[in-house]
């Protein structure tokens, strides 16, 4: 009963060139979360998708970011022509449900930290 | 414009005494506020919760309070152990269309001395 999977869990780019990352929620969750974490900060919500379809991107950079979640295969979040400001811990979560009652469910990776030179 | 703050940015604590975690928040349309906790290189893990039509919940060890009049929560922790030292974070999210949006503190970096 594997939990949220990330992938990379690090990754270090140069500046100008892409970065993906990947997550695959857990089994039976369909609504997948990203969040970003600066140094020293809080987790700042980013985007919230479910299968084939971006719900809210209220919180993702208006450029260079972007994120899918495929009928088959993880959810991935796209950074183009990465700066150093970017560096930070991307985290995804996944829950059964956007309900209210189901908040607390909500289920964390361990993250995926980007590095950028 | 931060509208969940955790001010103190560590809290020290002996084994077997209480911690006290507080976290403040300005949106008055917050209505239910959770409490994760993080390992180094881990992700967040959900630990207690609370709705605003609540004052106080309780889970074990951990008893999260909340005051409504001074936006203001705490999780209290006792008796602590050196296991519970981590990072915790406090999250708020408000009534709407919006409520699986999680906004968070800075964290507060709890060690629990032995």
New interface residues.
Partial sequence: NAGVMQNPRHLVRRRGQEARLRCSPMKGHSHVYWYRQLPEEGLKFMVYLQKENIIDESGMPKERFSAEFPKEGPSILRIQQVVRGDSAAYFCASSQSASRSNTGELFFGEGSRLTVL | DQQ?K?NS?SLSVQEGRISILNCDYTNSMFD?F?W?KKYP??????LI?ISSIKDKNEDGRFTVFLNKSAKHLSLHIVPSQPGDSAVY?C?A?A?GD??????????TRLLVRP
Avoid: D, N, R, W
């Avoid at chain 2, 919006?98 to 964290?107: A, D, P, T």
């Fill in positions: 969940v955790q940015p239910y959770l994760y290189a881990e992700g967040p893990t959900f919760s974070f999250a999210s009534l919006s409520s699986y949006k999680l906004i968070f503190g800075s964290g």
